[in-house]
């Protein structure tokens, strides 16, 4: 066990609607990081968090956004979801002065 | 910008045998380099990481790397496979200027290895 949570594990939802995706880092953690799943890309970062604040972006879509909150949980929402947005989204935390980003298990979306 | 090259996308072999995973990376800058094992239907798990001094790393499940800055590489090897270790490994880099406490990841493609019994 990681020490991240995600909820929920699995997301079954029609094309069209939105979403939100919920993570705990590990307790001390402020590093919040988003990552998506594919078997086309692979696994690709899409943003990061620390302490609240956005920090780092990567190939996030524009219909995705996220924010982390006070008590450092971040959630993740996705929006006019289109069939292609099928994947594991995996969240991840780091410490200030850590070494690694530590992984959950990850929300399996599939949209219909 | 960073990228990850992961040479081979399955790699079968048999039970007891030793393995090498491979793994090159691009970058201008200096790099932090990571293995990670993701499992069926599970999440990432790290098996070893470089960020600096000894080329040669040791990780869980004994498994090591070895960090090679002129070929840009840093090959995954475990001398004895068990039937355990079939999953998926993922090479991946950050920059380790990227701000204290950050490891925003470029991972590579995977590779699937599969132990034969």
């Known amino acids: 066990d990681s020490g991240v949570t995600q909820t929920p594990k699995h997301l079954i939802t029609a094309t069209g609607q939105r979403v939100t995706l919920r993570c705990s880092p590990r307790?001390?953690?402020?590093?919040v990081y988003w990552y998506q799943q594919s078997l086309d890309q692979g696994l690709q970062f899409l943003i990061q968090y620390y302490n609240g604040e956005e920090r780092a972006k990567g190939n996030i879509l524009e219909r995705f956004s996220a924010q982390q909150f006070p008590d450092l949980h971040s959630e993740l929402n996705l929006s006019s979801l289109e069939l292609g947005d099928s994947a594991l989204y995996f969240c991840?935390?780091?410490?200030?002065?850590?070494?690694?980003?530590?992984f959950g298990q990850g929300t399996r979306l599939t949209v219909v | 910008a960073q990228s990850v090259t992961q040479l081979d996308s399955q790699v079968p072999v048999f039970e007891e045998a030793p393995v090498e995973l491979r793994c090159n990376y691009s970058?201008?800058?200096?790099?932090?380099l990571f293995w990670y094992v993701q499992y069926p239907n599970q999440g990432l798990q790290l098996l070893l990481k470089y960020l600096s001094g000894s080329t040669l790393v040791k990780g869980i499940n004994g498994f090591e790397a070895e960090f090679n800055k002129s070929q840009t590489s840093f090959h995954l090897r475990k001398p004895s496979v068990h039937i355990s270790d079939t999953a998926e490994y993922f090479c991946?880099?950050?920059?380790?200027?990227?701000?204290?406490?950050?490891?925003?990841?470029?991972f590579g493609k995977g590779t699937k290895l599969s132990v034969i019994p």
């Open positions: 307790s001390g953690d402020l590093s």
């Open positions: 991840a935390s780091s410490a200030p002065v850590g070494t690694e980003a530590f």
């Open positions: 991946a880099v950050s920059d380790p200027h990227s701000g204290a406490g950050s490891y925003q990841l470029t």
């Open positions: 970058s201008s800058v200096s790099v932090y």
